[in-house]
């Protein structure tokens, strides 16, 4: 099970961080993957971290802004959100892979989590 939290209401130019905590699986044999929905669009790619946190991947529209990290003693991750703009309010959902190649991709991910809901408005 994953259980994503810390959306809410922000400024432009504000942060927020999203933390997504596993239960009942070993978390560090998993990538951690988040992908966003905004309303009318389809799920894409945030952004994405490998079993050790070694290697990381953004999507184009967050590099720069987004810093995906994880704990894997405490079965946690993190995603880092600053110089927020209004085109990435979404639905932000975090997601486990076991395969390396193509993170990018959501049909990839074996588990879920619920989503939060993060809106950037003023």
């Known amino acids: 099970q994953l259980q994503a939290s810390g959306g809410g209401l922000v400024q432009p130019g504000g942060s927020l961080r999203l933390s997504c905590r596993a239960s009942g699986f070993t978390f560090d044999d998993y990538i951690i993957g988040w992908f966003r929905q905004a309303p009318g669009k389809e799920r894409e790619f945030v952004a994405a971290i490998t079993w050790t946190g070694s290697s990381t991947f953004y999507a184009d529209y967050v590099k720069g802004r987004f810093t995906i990290s994880r704990d894997n003693p405490e079965n946690t991750n993190y995603l880092q959100m600053n110089s927020l703009k209004p085109e990435d309010t979404a639905v932000y959902y975090c997601?486990?892979?076991?395969?390396?190649?193509?993170?990018?991709?959501?049909?990839?991910?074996?588990?879920w989590g619920q989503g939060t809901l993060v809106t950037v408005s003023s």
């Open positions: 997601a486990v892979t076991k395969v390396p190649i193509g993170v990018q991709t959501p049909t990839l991910y074996d588990y």
